[in-house]
């Protein structure tokens, strides 16, 4: 079946714009996870949906990131005034109650 | 999750078997070894993970030593495309969570 695809693959932005980003999940899939990866580095967890709890905000690095999911399938991600160092690959991945994250193929950000 | 250490980079000739090793010398005992690659410009793949008990699929194989204390991912004929950075992760299965990427292994397949 399909994977877990993410849109726009690639977005370029100017600072202080909001930008959204998308993550449509496996089907079936009740977990849902944003990371986020700088250039070189590894990945940072920003914020994950399971079922209908209240999602697990911890990783979000400030409040101009938020993110919803739904009907409990797509996720939006969204970053209001966007810095540069906001620059970076958002990968979203989905899994199962329990079990391993199926990860997309990331949106790549760019803040000029 | 318990921390893992692996080294940073490691070169295996094609063909031969890439023994890729993790130290995760504090995992409790509910926590599993997972093991993720991530070859450049794509999302991490999940490879393979294991308990205690040596596992085996398509991709790869893990032996867990029976203190659990390390790990070795095997991958028995290593191609060009098996270039990319791997993971080993421990964390705890019941309930989803988030996973933590450390620097992972650098691993390249030379011709």
């Known amino acids: 079946g399909a994977g877990v695809s993410q849109s726009p693959s690639n977005k370029v932005t100017e600072k202080g714009k909001d930008v959204e980003l998308r993550c449509d999940p496996i089907s079936g899939h009740t977990a849902l996870y944003w990371y986020r990866q700088s250039l070189g580095q590894g990945l940072e967890f920003l914020i994950y949906?399971?079922?209908?709890?209240?999602?697990?905000k911890s990783g979000l690095p400030s409040d101009r990131f938020s993110a919803e999911r739904t009907g409990g399938s797509v996720s939006t991600l969204t970053i209001q005034r966007t810095q540069q160092e906001d620059s970076a690959v958002y990968l979203c991945a989905s899994s199962l109650e329990i079990g391993e994250q199926f990860f997309g193929p990331g949106t790549r950000l760019t803040v000029l | 999750d318990a921390k893992t250490t692996q080294p940073p980079s490691m070169d295996c000739a094609e063909g031969r078997a890439a023994n890729l090793p993790c130290n995760h010398s504090t995992i409790s005992g509910n926590e599993y070894v997972y093991w993720y690659r991530q070859i450049h410009s794509q999302g991490p793949q999940y490879i393979i993970h294991g308990l205690k008990n040596n596992e085996t699929n398509e991709m790869a194989s893990l032996i867990i030593t029976e203190d659990r204390k390390s790990s070795t991912l095997i991958l028995p004929h290593a191609t060009l495309r098996d270039t990319a950075v791997y993971y080993c992760?421990?964390?705890?299965?019941?309930?989803?969570?988030?996973?933590?990427f450390g620097t992972g292994t650098r691993l390249t397949v030379i011709p």
């Open positions: 949906f399971q079922g209908n709890s209240a999602p697990d």
């Open positions: 992760i421990v964390r705890v299965q019941t309930g989803a969570n988030n996973l933590f």
